[in-house]
């Protein structure tokens, strides 16, 4: 914990407050740990039982994370805002930084000719009761998602991926219900379970997607939901083939019990075929974000799915934040019918792809086994991820550490390809050489 902030507290409730704010002022940051149950009780002269009782309030909001002979720490993205990090900053000087997880800018369409375009033929203001999924839209979208066999009868719109998988859960979830993710997984779904107050459980990975002995066993162990990334999945890179998908059909097939989840956030950008499970479970749903190829900022998924599950996620909107603009359902719509874009994705993909395959192969060549099937990142197994973050560092590189992704698996590195030339390949690889392989702790 940090040795500025002092929590204070004589109830559950104050203590939990103190933690927060600690948290909201930025004294207390991500990763910091706080001090055992009995420790704190001490200090603060009041029962174990009484911290115990704050610590779980903060461990159901999402706030801390209980990893034990780690102890007690902040969670690496709390859902509290703090005060002095509302941007995130830059890398420190010199360091080339593979650790963001985003597209190459240089690859996305620009957006000025688009919106000038709109403005142009705009037409008056809409009202509250018109607003919702254009017509237009809606068959552009089912197009779309069809031409990859996914059934799109039932639709409605997100503000992206992420918020889609918020809005499903909560639809059907209750807090303390089991969530089957990825392990590794993408680590932001991970920090919104656990806001959710939701229990995940995790499911191994391999480079065609989750294991079917691994779902059944989350299957078996309770969970009420399953969430599987069709493809360029984060932090691996994985896939769901073929055979994977039928096996886990065959699985999941007539199931009434749980939600499917299907994230398929980078869409044009993979350049694998799609194997959906669309329709394998009774309650399911597909999500297709547009923010990997056409912009971050452009917060918008579609949401295809059994008929009560999108009815749910559409009326929950529509009592709250009430639609998705359709000005930028307008922007999208532009975007997916110019043939220029559309080159644009094409050529984007093309260079994740030879960036990617490049990377993993170096790293083939000096007997390391990365994997990056598809997608924006390569996660590569290490020993120890402080000694390899830290050999990076010095040589000038900034990677995320593989304790973001993690429930269980073991520990790895995740590189993001965006940012790299075929000149950086090579001392890239030999860093990453190095890294790999700590030196033995020295004789006791």
């Keep these: 914990m940090s040795?500025?902030?002092?929590?204070?507290?004589a109830a559950a409730a104050e203590i939990s407050a103190s933690i927060e704010s600690g948290i909201r002022h930025?004294?207390?940051?991500?990763?910091?740990?706080?001090?055992?149950?009995?420790?704190?009780?001490?200090?603060?002269?009041?029962?174990?039982?009484?911290?115990s009782r704050a610590?779980?309030?903060?461990?159901?909001?999402?706030?801390?994370?209980?990893?034990?002979?780690?102890?007690?720490?902040?969670?690496?993205?709390?859902?509290?805002?703090?005060?002095?990090?509302?941007?995130?900053?830059?890398?420190?000087?010199?360091l080339r930084d593979l650790s963001r997880g985003e597209p190459d800018a240089r690859l996305l369409p620009p957006l000025g000719p688009h919106l000038a375009a709109l403005a142009e033929h705009i037409g008056p203001p809409i009202s509250y009761s018109d607003a919702g999924m254009l017509p237009e839209f809606a068959e552009a979208a089912r197009q779309r998602l069809a031409a990859d066999g996914v059934p799109a009868t039932d639709l409605t719109l997100s503000s992206g991926a992420l918020d889609g998988i918020e809005r499903l859960l909560t639809a059907q979830l209750r807090p303390g219900d089991v969530v089957a993710v990825e392990d590794p997984g993408w680590a932001n779904q991970l920090d919104l379970i656990a806001a959710l107050g939701l229990r995940p459980i995790g499911v191994p990975v391999d480079d065609d997607g989750p294991l079917v002995a691994g779902v059944a066993a989350a299957i078996a162990a309770g969970a009420r939901a399953l969430i599987v990334t069709s493809r360029a999945q984060n932090p691996t890179g994985a896939a769901v083939s073929a055979d994977r998908a039928a096996a886990l059909r065959d699985l999941l097939?007539?199931?009434?019990?749980?939600?499917?989840?299907e994230d398929d956030h980078a869409a044009e950008l993979a350049r694998v075929p799609l194997h959906p499970l669309a329709g394998a479970t009774a309650h399911w749903a597909f999500l297709r974000s547009v923010s990997k190829p056409f912009g971050p900022d452009l917060r918008l998924a579609v949401l295809?799915?059994?008929?009560?599950?999108?009815?749910?996620?559409a009326g929950r909107t529509r009592v709250g934040a009430g639609w998705?603009?359709?000005?930028?359902?307008?922007?999208?719509?532009?975007?997916?019918?110019?043939p220029a874009v559309t080159a644009l994705v094409e050529r984007a993909a093309d260079s994740y792809e030879r960036r990617r395959r490049g990377l993993v192969a170096a790293l083939a060549d000096q007997g390391l086994s990365a994997h990056g099937r598809s997608g924006l990142n390569v996660w590569l197994p290490v020993t120890d991820e402080?000694?390899?973050?830290?050999?990076l560092r010095d040589a000038g590189w900034l990677a995320a550490p593989g304790a973001l992704f993690r429930i269980?698996?073991?520990?790895?590195?995740?590189?993001?390809?965006?940012?790299l030339t075929e000149a950086d390949l090579p001392p890239l690889t030999q860093t990453l050489t190095h890294a790999t392989h700590p030196p033995p702790p020295p004789p006791s």
């Design 3 to 9: 040795a500025r902030y002092q929590v204070t507290g």
């Design 26 to 51: 930025a004294a207390l940051a991500p990763g910091d740990s706080l001090p055992p149950v009995r420790v704190l009780a001490a200090e603060l002269a009041v029962s174990p039982a009484t911290v």
């Design 55 to 94: 610590y779980a309030e903060l461990r159901r909001r999402g706030l801390i994370v209980t990893a034990g002979r780690h102890g007690t720490r902040v969670r690496p993205r709390p859902p509290v805002a703090a005060r002095r990090a509302a941007l995130r900053p830059p890398p420190a000087a010199g």
């Design 253 to 261: 097939a007539g199931r009434t019990d749980l939600l499917l989840i």
């Design 304 to 313: 295809a799915g059994d008929e009560t599950t999108v009815a749910r996620v």
């Design 324 to 338: 998705v603009s359709t000005l930028l359902q307008r922007l999208v719509l532009s975007l997916w019918h110019d």
């Design 386 to 391: 402080t000694f390899a973050s830290t050999v």
């Design 408 to 419: 269980a698996a073991p520990p790895a590195l995740r590189l993001t390809i965006s940012p």
